[in-house]
Nanobody, 122 residues
Framework: QVQLVESGGGLVQAGGSLRLSCAAS????????MGWYRQAPGKQRELVAS???????NYADSVKGRFTISGDNAKHTVYLQMNSLKPEDTAVYYC????????????????WGQGTQVTVSS
């Protein structure tokens, strides 16, 4: 079992910044991918950014150049630094962890945090 605890959401004006944190504990493999997803009202959950235990990162086009994902493997913690926030970034942000096969990247499982609200006012 894996537990994910998120923090750092809140209300910010457009152009502002927020930093989200997610700490994972439990049954975590050496090979894993941690990421942030978001879901706005009436929309599907979408990937925002992810980081593999090896350090490679992936970003949604909509956040490239504005958001930065980073991680601390020793602490099983991932951060999302969000700059130049826009009203369209308003959503519930969810932390996700997948334990993966270190050779082919296949995910064995997928675990979610409880979500943290990010609201960007115009």
């Amino acid at each position: 079992q894996v537990q994910l605890v998120e923090s750092g959401g809140g209300l910010v004006q457009a152009g502002g910044s927020l930093r989200l944190s997610c700490a994972a504990s439990g049954s975590i493999f050496g090979a894993n991918v941690m990421g942030w997803y978001r879901q706005a009202p009436g929309k599907q959950r979408e990937l925002v950014a992810s980081i593999a235990s090896g350090g490679s990162t992936n970003y949604a086009d909509s956040v490239k150049g504005r958001f930065t994902i980073s991680g601390d493997n020793a602490k099983h913690t991932v951060y999302l630094q969000m700059n130049s926030l826009k009203p369209e970034d308003t959503a519930v942000y969810y932390c996700n962890l997948k334990n993966v096969d270190r050779y082919n990247g296949r995910a064995y499982d997928s675990h979610w945090g409880q979500g943290t609200q990010v609201t960007v006012s115009s």
